[in-house]
T-cell receptor
Framework: GEDVEQSLFLSVREGDSSVINCTYT??????LYWYKQEPGAGLQLLTY???NMDMKQDQRLTVLLNKKDKHLSLRIADTQTGDSAIYFC????????????WGLGTSLAVNP | DAGVIQSPRHEVTEMGQEVTLRCKPI?????LFWYRQTMMRGLELLIY????????DSGMPEDRFSAKMPNASFSTLKIQPSEPRDSAVYFC??????????FGEGSRLTVL
């Protein structure tokens, strides 16, 4: 079945770049997403990429998609303490934009 | 817009009691989702509705769980009887038929 894997923890120093990785099994997804969950809050869409793109940049965020290896990454430049959160990758299941398949989330800790 | 509104934010109850969680989606959104989040299993989709109709309830754990959406602005998730293993954060999310889900702040349930 469809599966999404993420490493559970990442720790970086303030000002460094963070790279959060995700691998998936379903190659038929149209959209791949990154969501952010701050402590005690719901998830919030951070960015997304179409499956026909290799890269998307949005201010400090860069999303890279390697379709051959089924690998998605999120790079956060100049990481700040406010970026400390759990980051989830998700993708839409085959033919269904409503039902997302979720990773377990990567907890990012930013140390001053 | 006030966003997705969930209540209660916190509930502590005893095993065997009935629990009702409530959700008001964003006005105009036509899809509504109930998720459960735990440390062990991450984010699990329980059920989702489209235009108030349940589309996929394959994630509902067992008959103790039920969900309704009597109109476009209200949904409930009911657990009867509750058990300690139901302790989790329950999220409601809504969307306009895309993968951009808008989450509520969650209802943290503790069953003693």
């Amino acid at each position: 079945g469809e599966d999404v894997e993420q490493s559970l923890f990442l720790s970086v120093r303030e000002g460094d770049s963070s790279v959060i990785n995700c691998t998936y099994t379903d190659s038929s997804s149209t959209y791949l997403y990154w969501y952010k969950q701050e402590p005690g809050a719901g998830l919030q869409l951070l960015t997304y990429i179409f499956s026909n793109m290799d890269m998307k940049q949005d201010q400090r965020l860069t999303v890279l998609l390697n379709k051959k290896d089924k690998h998605l990454s999120l790079r956060i430049a100049d990481t700040q303490t406010g970026d400390s959160a759990i980051y989830f990758c998700a993708f839409s299941g085959a033919g269904n934009n409503r039902k997302l398949i979720w990773g377990l989330g990567t907890s990012l800790a930013v140390n001053p | 817009d006030a966003g997705v509104i969930q209540s209660p934010r916190h509930e502590v109850t005893e095993m065997g009691q009935e629990v009702t969680l409530r959700c008001k989606p964003i006005s105009g959104h036509n899809s509504l989702f109930w998720y459960r989040q735990t440390m062990m299993r991450g984010l699990e989709l329980l059920i989702y509705f489209n235009n108030n109709v349940p589309i996929d309830d394959s994630g509902m754990p067992e008959d103790r769980f039920s969900a309704k959406m009597p109109n476009a602005s209200f949904s409930t998730l009911k657990i009867q009887p509750s058990e300690p293993r139901d302790s989790a954060v329950y999220f409601c999310a809504s969307s306009l038929d895309t993968g951009e889900l808008f989450f509520g702040e969650g209802s943290r349930l503790t069953v003693l």
